[in-house]
C-alpha cells in the first residue's frame, strides 16, 4: 500500500473531478485539513467561484474520502523544525511535510512552488497517481 500525504488543494480537486481513489493508496492528511478544506470552500463561495450547493457536495466528498487525520505531539515538533528549516512564518504547511517525513511514500500538491520547495525533504507525487 501507497501513503500519501495530500493537501487542501488536491482534497478539493479530487472533490471536483468525483475522483475515486485506486484500493492500493492511503491518504493521509494533518488533523488541520478538515478546518482548511472548509475553509477554502466558504471563501470560493464568498468569492462567487462555486455555489453553496457544490461547496456542500464538496465538503461531503471529503468528509467521506478515507484519510487518516493526525496531529500528534511528534508531528508538532517535525513541522516546528520543518518551518524552521525552510525559513516559513508559519507550520501549517510545514504540517504537511512532516507527515510525509513520518509516515507517508510522498506529498501530493497542486503548488508547484511548494513542491519545488520541498523536494529537497520529501518525495513529491504528481495527484495523476491517485487514479
Request: no cysteine; glycine share 4%.
Amino acid at each position: 500500500m501507497t501513503r500519501y500525504v495530500i493537501g487542501p488543494d488536491v482534497a478539493i480537486r479530487l472533490a471536483h473531478d468525483q475522483a475515486e481513489i485506486a484500493g492500493e493508496h492511503q491518504l493521509l492528511a494533518p488533523t488541520l485539513l478538515r478546518s482548511q478544506t472548509l475553509s477554502l470552500l466558504y471563501q470560493q463561495v464568498h468569492r462567487g467561484e462555486t455555489t453553496k450547493k457544490d461547496a456542500e457536495q464538496r465538503l461531503n466528498y471529503i468528509r467521506g474520502l478515507r484519510i487518516r487525520l493526525l496531529g500528534d505531539r511528534v508531528l508538532q515538533a517535525v513541522a516546528w523544525q520543518v518551518a524552521d528549516q525552510l525559513g516559513w512564518p508559519d507550520t501549517f504547511v510545514a504540517e504537511y511535510v512532516a507527515l510525509t517525513q513520518l509516515q507517508a511514500d510522498a506529498l501530493i500538491t497542486l503548488d508547484e512552488q511548494l513542491a519545488h520547495t520541498v523536494r529537497k525533504l520529501v518525495t513529491v507525487a504528481p495527484i495523476d497517481v491517485l487514479s
